[in-house]
């Protein structure tokens, strides 16, 4: 089992639309969780963070953390065509060397 | 103006020789990583340093080698025993372990 999973996609939605990000987690001990946008030939950009369980509201953006289930999940309200990317789902594994382990990324398609 | 620079944006080499990419960060980061992704792919961690002449290998550090004299720096070389280094380059730093880490725009890699 991968220790960050993410739907790879793509995902479509239509403009105005909510779209909706899933991820995935193996450590029940992870404490930091991180959505990173990476547009096409460009390098990934900071999101959102969300450290605690419930909703974190930011602008179009809700990052919804489920420790209990392993889940975060990343959702776009009114979506646009310049949300079309790739979003990436970063997990602080403790006790991994790897600092942060990312999954690999869902394709989101906002379709005009 | 904070952030991270890495330099050159594109680079292009014949096989057999050894290439060095430059990072640079002023946000006064200690920890700094190297990243490699493939079309397609997620992000695999290459090098890591926590602090200051200190360093640890990523998941695929074989081919690569990098230091870290300086608090701001920290350059990778790809080196001839690389057997596929055509890749988009990433660098990234962060305050701390388990914090956001935030990248420069990649080095694009090409290698004949």
């Known amino acids: 089992q991968k220790e960050v999973e993410q739907n790879s996609g793509p995902l479509s939605v239509p403009e105005g639309a909510i779209a909706s990000l899933n991820c995935t987690y193996s450590d029940r001990v992870s404490q930091s969780f991180f959505w990173y946008r990476q547009y096409s030939g460009k390098s990934p950009e900071l999101i959102m963070s969300?450290?605690?369980?419930g909703d974190k509201e930011d602008g179009r953006f809700t990052a919804q953390l489920n420790k209990a289930s392993q889940y975060v999940s990343l959702l776009i309200r009114d979506s646009q065509p310049s949300d079309s990317a790739t979003y990436l789902c970063a997990v602080n594994i403790v006790g991994s060397a790897r600092q942060l382990t990312f999954g690999s990324g869902t394709q989101l398609t906002v379709l005009p | 103006d904070g952030g991270i620079t890495q330099s050159p944006k594109y680079l292009f080499r014949k096989e057999g020789q050894n290439v060095t990419l430059s990072c640079e960060q002023n946000?006064?980061?200690?920890?700094m990583y190297w990243y490699r992704q493939d079309p397609g792919q997620g992000l695999r961690l290459i090098y890591y340093s926590q602090i200051v002449n200190d360093f640890q290998k990523g998941d695929i550090a074989e081919g690569y080698s990098v230091s870290r004299e300086k608090k701001e720096s920290f350059p990778l070389t790809v080196t001839s025993a690389q057997k596929n280094p055509t890749a988009f380059y990433l660098c990234?730093?962060?305050?701390?372990?388990?914090?956001?880490?935030?990248f420069g725009p990649g080095t694009r890699l090409t290698v004949t």
């Open positions: 990234a730093s962060s305050i701390g372990e388990g914090y956001e880490q935030y």
């Open positions: 946000l006064n980061h200690d920890a």
């Open positions: 969300i450290y605690s369980n």
